[in-house]
């Protein structure tokens, strides 16, 4: 493996890791904050935490697209 693809690799893993983690968090700290209820922010945090993963192999080939040029 080239230096490139390792670095090419890396920031793919990490922009994966954000796009799978972030909006499901901020979501949830929204949610918590305004209600006060973690059971339902959890539930709703996680619910899409869930759909994103179900679309994970297609946001991964966009990112390897976008990676690539």
């Known amino acids: 493996m080239s230096p490139d693809d390792l670095i090419r690799s890396f ?9 799978l983690v972030m909006p ?3 979501i949830f ?3 918590n ?3 006060e209820d973690i059971l339902i922010a ?3 945090g996680f619910g899409v935490h869930f759909v994103i993963l179900a679309f994970s ?8 697209r976008l990676f690539k040029e």
């Open 33 to 35: 904050h305004k209600t």
């Open 11 to 19: 920031w793919l893993s990490t922009a994966m890791a954000l796009v």
């Open 24 to 26: 499901p968090l901020a």
């Open 29 to 31: 700290v929204g949610i």
């Open 57 to 64: 192999v297609r946001i991964c080939s966009q990112l390897e």
């Open 42 to 44: 959890s539930l709703i």
